[in-house]
């Protein structure tokens, strides 16, 4: 009686070589790589070739290697310095005003409005998603001498008008103000989630204690809270030292150059007068600074995390 015998299959026939498995995953993001060579790395090696040069398009003709020139120039340039002390003020101003106004408001909220809490985080948030051009605007009539609202509200509080963008004194205050009432809102999220997830059973305990609110909050929620607080900051220093819509629409630098910030600075050197070789120099002493202070509190933030971390998970 015949047998029926199984068809012999090739095995290796349908197995893909070790060869194309390697280079396949090559093959198909280099799309991917092509772009972001065109995207990133050529702006970059640009940008540091600029840096070293005297480049000015306008004037071709003058462009020359500087090597370091630029930098050495930025230093010994009073309106540098000026704007790296303006620049500072404006961020720890900002940060600060931000920080506080956003702790209070996410710890108010948290602890106080249990119910209707989501329409109050809706109304919190709406300046933070406005476009920074829109935002501008508007505070750009709310400040202005002649028909603006704060004058009109000053007024009625027998207050003289004041040129609020026109004057040396207030103008950067302006700017503070419009930067803190735009991205408090960003803050006040963070912290509201961070109040969200910490645990309950340190709070109780030290409630069972006889612990005052102010003693919880500075023993118990703060330093519970210390990675996310961190985080923010970071988020909102880098922010606040790259900021130039708020300032462009409001002021353009002006009074007499009392609101130039930095990234102003770079948009004043590069866009009006031309000298891109100085603007570029600029731009990577601000990455360099940023990327200093970044580094250094993610540092911060890591050794943090370490030393709050239980003995077992430590080990």
């Keep these: 009686m015949p047998t029926a015998t199984a068809p012999i299959i090739d095995?290796?026939?349908?197995?893909p070589s070790k060869r194309s498995v390697e280079w396949r995953p090559l093959v198909l993001s280099l799309p991917a790589i092509t772009i972001l060579l065109?995207?990133?790395?050529?702006?970059?090696?640009?940008?540091?070739?600029?840096?070293?040069h005297q480049y000015n398009p306008m004037l071709p003709e003058m462009d020359r290697f500087v090597g370091l020139g630029n930098f050495q120039h930025a230093f010994s340039d009073p309106i540098f310095r000026d704007t790296v002390v303006r620049t500072a003020v404006f961020v720890v101003v900002a940060v600060t005003a931000e920080?506080?106004?956003?702790?209070?408001?996410?710890?108010?909220?948290f602890y106080l409005i249990p119910y209707g809490s989501s329409l109050v985080r809706?109304?919190?948030?709406?300046?933070?998603i406005m476009p920074p051009i829109a935002i501008g605007?508007?505070?750009r009539w709310l400040f202005d001498g002649q028909f603006g609202l704060i004058n009109y509200g000053t007024g009625l509080l027998g207050l003289?008008?004041?040129?609020?963008?026109?004057?040396?004194?207030?103008a950067m205050g302006a700017v503070i103000l419009v930067e803190v009432w735009q991205w408090m809102p960003f803050v006040f999220l963070c912290l509201y989630a961070g109040l969200a997830s910490l645990p309950s059973?340190?709070?109780?305990?030290?409630?069972?204690?006889?612990?005052?609110?102010?003693?919880?909050?500075?023993?118990?929620?703060?330093?519970m809270m210390k990675p996310i607080i961190l985080v923010v900051l970071l988020f909102r220093?880098?922010?606040?030292?790259?900021?130039?819509?708020?300032?462009?629409?409001?002021?353009?630098?002006?009074?007499?150059?009392?609101?130039?910030?930095?990234?102003f600075l770079v948009y004043m050197q590069g866009f009006r007068y031309y000298n891109v070789g100085y603007a570029a120099a600029l731009s990577w002493l601000l990455v360099i600074f940023v990327s200093l202070l970044a580094g250094t509190l993610i540092s911060v933030l890591l050794r943090s995390n370490v030393q709050s971390a239980p003995q077992g998970v430590r080990a």
């Design 237 to 263: 220093i880098i922010d606040c030292m790259r900021v130039f819509d708020i300032v462009f629409v409001l002021t353009e630098g002006g009074p007499s150059n009392g609101t130039v910030v930095y990234p």
């Design 160 to 170: 003289p008008p004041q040129i609020w963008l026109g004057n040396t004194t207030t």
């Design 38 to 52: 065109i995207m990133v790395a050529y702006p970059t090696i640009f940008a540091v070739w600029t840096a070293l």
């Design 137 to 139: 605007l508007i505070w």
């Design 99 to 109: 920080f506080v106004l956003g702790f209070v408001l996410a710890l108010a909220v």
């Design 201 to 223: 059973d340190p709070i109780e305990a030290a409630r069972v204690d006889g612990a005052s609110p102010l003693q919880l909050l500075r023993f118990i929620v703060v330093p």
């Design 122 to 128: 809706l109304a919190l948030t709406m300046p933070m």
């Design 11 to 15: 095995v290796t026939s349908t197995v």
